[in-house]
């Protein structure tokens, strides 16, 4: 099955404004990870939220996390030109052992000086 | 702070030569993961290694590959005979399993001519 569906595909905004990003997902999982990668760079992780939390913080991000619908979203709040890059959720599912990730095919972030 | 490391950043290989490519997951860290990205595509799961043996692996890592830990700190996948659909960015990462968060390395880019 397909996991990890991002949209938009692409958000373009302006510095300091507020960018918010969905994923979707169709099975059960452990936990969701939300990940950076510039442009043919590595992947930073971002943020990890498990299958029992609705929603947590981390400087200026904010990960919420919807079970019932299978969906997340990550919100950047006063965005930089230095957030630019692709942003990625990954989902750890529950009917595979060891953790390995699945990954959506991304969100194309540019925010505009 | 701790983090994953790759070599080479940069492999150019012929087709049907072998590859190795090397990585330095997080010293205290026990899972370990090869994931790789196709040229505008998502990351794909290839394989997880835990306790010296692969745990799961995906339809991508048939034959051709394989890996190894040769020693304590280093994790390796090797191509034996590369084909031109091999080129792509692979990811090695380690997984912190008091949290389950996976730490990506930068990537070796590989490009099979």
């Known amino acids: 099955s397909q996991q990890g569906e991002e949209d938009p595909q692409a958000l373009s905004i302006q510095e300091g404004e507020n960018a918010t990003m969905n994923c979707s997902y169709k099975t059960s999982i452990n936990n969701l990870q939300w990940y950076r990668q510039n442009s043919g760079r590595g992947l930073v992780h971002l943020i990890l939220i498990r299958s029992n939390e609705r929603e947590k913080h981390s400087g200026r991000l904010r990960v919420t996390l919807d079970t019932s619908k299978k969906s997340s979203s990550l919100l950047i709040t006063a965005s930089r030109a230095a957030d630019t890059a692709s942003y990625f959720c990954?989902?750890?599912?529950?009917?595979?052992?060891?953790?390995?990730?699945?990954f959506g095919e991304g969100t194309q972030l540019t925010v505009n000086p | 702070e701790p983090e994953v490391t790759q070599t080479p950043s940069h492999q150019v290989t012929q087709m049907g030569q072998e590859v190795i490519l090397r990585c330095v997951p997080i010293?205290?860290?026990?899972?370990f993961y090869w994931y790789r990205q196709i040229l505008g595509q998502k990351v794909e799961f290839l394989v997880s290694?835990?306790?010296?043996?692969?745990?799961?692996k995906s339809e991508i890592f048939d034959d051709q590959f394989s890996v190894e830990r040769p020693d304590g700190s280093n994790f390796t996948l090797k191509i034996r005979s590369t084909k031109l659909e091999d080129s792509a960015m692979y990811f090695c990462?380690?997984?912190?399993?008091?949290?389950?968060?996976?730490?990506f390395g930068p990537g070796t880019r590989l490009t099979v001519t």
């Open positions: 290694f835990y306790n010296n043996e692969i745990s799961e």
């Open positions: 990462a380690s997984l912190w399993t008091a949290t389950f968060e996976q730490y």
């Open positions: 010293s205290n860290h026990l899972y």
């Open positions: 990954a989902t750890d599912p529950k009917e595979t052992s060891g953790s390995r990730l699945t």
